[in-house]
């Protein structure tokens, strides 16, 4: 992300830091640091923004206790470790990402929100400001006033929100979007692993082809590396999820294989059962949850528990995560929420 200098009519991002990490520690489906709640925030902030125009300016604002912005005391000892070195670390981290300024205010009701509100308006009289980009964990007040004012002085708004935007909001027809899902997704993710070229010769389920005799080894064993290195390549891998997915975009995908088996019948088990979840989820109208969202734990375990004579807990995450990041089966707007138009159902047939 890196701010302009240009005459150009541009964006701006303003960043409320504090309300976004704590609709983030409260949400089960989230494992992520703040720093990584605060990086996918701004991800989705920056590539928003770019609608508007070039991004002229990034603000951010966050509280912190009164000793710690007012220097060393003996108050500072009885304040959590953990939430100075949290700031800390959420402060170096917008500096990294070309935040033009970041305010750290004394803690207070809604004073971090009311510092950003200050940028704001300045903004509502800044010519060169096209469009803002509000981020935010709830969207409330005091950001209605902002967001009237911003609309009165004809600037374009877009509201990003942590998994819900409030009503007062919504009767103003924003564009809105919602952080939650690249969070749960991101929480989701399966870590990759490093694969040492040795313990792949030990895979059961490798097929070790025959390879060229390998070189000689010299008499001080370096010539050992030579030969995993040779016996490594000739070890035949199944194709990933993945790229069957991108093949049958191609049209080329071979539909004899096991892999493509297994995510033909994942496919169609999920057309057919995430539909009826989507119902129970409705009919339980659970307060403060939004029923269009399924996130990716919970669509991997209605795959793996369906499919558990069939498929690995691992198979279920690649099948889901490959289905979101190289398919239209799920929306674009809500992620994992079954997209019945999906052209994938014409190209993969059930069996």
């Not at 969202?293 to 499919?307: C, F």
Request: aromatic share 4%; hydrophobic share 40%; charged share 30%.
């Amino acid at each position: 992300m890196h701010a302009e200098t240009s005459t150009l009519k541009g964006s701006v991002i303003l960043m409320d830091v504090e309300n976004l990490t704590i609709q983030a520690r409260h949400d089960d489906g989230c494992s992520l640091t703040d720093v990584k709640v605060l990086n996918l925030a701004i991800d989705q902030a920056d590539r928003i923004a770019g609608q508007f125009g070039p991004l002229i300016r990034a603000d951010a604002a966050l509280s912190a206790p009164k000793s710690v912005v007012h220097g060393e005391s003996a108050d500072i000892r009885k304040k959590p470790v953990a939430m100075r070195k949290d700031n800390s670390r959420m402060m170096q981290c917008l500096i990294d990402r070309d935040f033009t300024s970041v305010i750290l205010v004394p803690q207070g009701k809604d004073s971090a929100d009311l510092a950003l509100c200050e940028i704001g308006l300045l903004m509502a009289n800044d010519a060169r400001v096209q469009g803002v980009v509000l981020c935010t964990g709830d969207g409330g007040e005091p950001f209605f006033k902002l967001v009237q004012a911003l609309i009165v002085a004809g600037k374009l708004v877009h509201v990003i929100s942590y998994d819900h935007i409030p009503q007062s909001l919504k009767n103003l027809n924003l564009p809105c979007s919602l952080l939650v899902s690249d969070v749960r997704l991101a929480s989701a993710e399966p870590e990759e692993k490093e694969i040492d070229s040795e313990a792949i010769l030990l895979l059961p389920s490798c097929e070790v082809l025959e390879a060229d005799p390998p070189p000689p080894e010299r008499a001080d064993g370096g010539g050992i590396g030579g030969v995993l290195a040779c016996r490594a390549a000739s070890v035949k891998r199944p194709p990933s999820f993945r790229s069957v997915l991108r093949a049958v975009k191609e049209c080329n995908a071979d539909t004899s294989s096991e892999t493509y088996a297994k995510l033909r019948d994942a496919l169609w088990f999920l057309a057919k059962e995430l539909p009826r979840r989507m119902l129970e989820e409705r009919a339980k109208r659970v307060p403060g949850r939004d029923p269009e969202l399924l996130s990716p734990k919970y669509t991997i375990e209605v795959l793996e528990k369906g499919m558990k004579e069939s498929l690995t807990s691992e198979e279920a995450k690649e099948i889901v995560f490959a289905l979101e990041q190289c398919s239209d089966f799920f929306e674009p707007v809500k992620k994992f929420r079954f997209n019945p138009a999906s052209d994938l159902l014409k190209q993969i047939k059930p069996f």
